[in-house]
């Protein structure tokens, strides 16, 4: 089955520690990207990437970073987590020369 | 000016009636429109897609694109329960690179009512 996969899909955390959200896709697809959303703002997204290697910054990128090592991972690391990134984070990926969008689950993260 | 505006709602509706959901935006350059559909707890997923002006029909649904006013429209016929969700106006310039990144609305709250 095609689909996005993401872990974990519920966190809690303390500010300041460190934290990996993952992100995988079994769709061989070039464009990765991550989004947040939150109440009366919709989704914006975090960062993007269009291939292995090839990262980009989106709408709201400061206190997260990304990387793509391989073609089917996009993890999210936020080194310094603040109670302001409390969000819902999806990723989301999509072959590089169509339209679709394919959506993971969602992960529901709370710093405290 | 946001680049994408969307009523985010609520809305609620009897079953069987016609839904008229709407977005306007400011950029001219977007030509690819699309409509999400999100039920809670989930992620969104594709409902329609329509490029450039025009209609496009699926089933009950139908999405309307007028470029001339910067507007576009997605329609549900005989609304059903299952409909309840929240659907999200996505916009973008094209595929590649950050011409390809998409735009959302904040998206519109439907609750249909049996």
Redesign the interface.
Known sequence: EAQ?TQNPRYLITVTGKKLTVTCSQNMNHE?M?WYRQDP??????IY?S?NVEVT?K?DVPEGYKVSRKEKRNFPLILESPSPNQTSLY?C?SRA??????Y????TRLTVT | QKEVEQDPGPLSVPEGAIVSLNCTYSNSAFQYFMWYRQYSRKGPELLMYTYSSGNKEDGRFTAQVDKSSKYISLFIRDSQPSDSATYLCAMSAGYGGSQGNLIFGKGTKLSVKP
């Open positions: 996005v464009y990207s009366g703002l919709g989704l914006r997204q993007y269009m980009d989106g999806f989301a590089g020369h169509l339209y679709e969008q959506f993971g689950p969602g």
